[in-house]
């Protein structure tokens, strides 16, 4: 059964105009470093940036707890063909496994000046 589904865009330059302010305050409070290594390996790392902070976002729309949460317990890695997947830490983990809710689904998308995601939650194993 299907428990949030979330939708985010992000425009790259936002991440960009963000990074080029703060930068490692800002690449540090949002993203993982495992994130942020990914992204600074592409060609332009803020369409990974932007696509990634549209994924956090979009799992927070579709979250069922409505206390805030780090943005660094979302880390959005990547499995060995490419496909998304999303990984949880802290509260948002431990709000997840209390709720029942074990499956996240995640698809990602960027073109030069966005990036979007999808999120759904599902009960279940």
């Not at 990074?19 to 390996?41: K, M, P």
């Not at 369409?47 to 707890?65: M, N």
């Not at 063909?81 to 698809?107: C, D, F, W, Y």
């Not at 030069?112 to 599902?122: H, L, R, T």
């Amino acid at each position: 059964m299907i428990r949030g589904i979330g939708i985010d865009i992000v425009k790259t330059s936002r991440i960009r105009a963000a990074v080029e302010r703060w930068g490692n305050r800002f690449l540090e409070r949002v993203f993982t470093s495992r994130e942020v290594a990914y992204a600074y390996q592409k060609n332009d790392p803020f369409l990974s940036l932007s696509v990634r902070f549209a994924a956090k976002e979009a799992f927070i729309k579709a979250y069922p707890d409505a206390r805030p949460i780090s943005l660094t317990d979302i880390e959005i890695s990547n499995t060995e063909n490419g496909r998304p997947q999303l990984h949880l830490r802290g509260r948002a983990k431990q709000t997840m496994e209390q709720a029942g809710m074990r499956r996240i689904h995640v698809s990602l998308s960027h073109e030069k000046d966005y990036g979007i995601a999808c999120v759904v939650i599902e009960e279940g194993h």
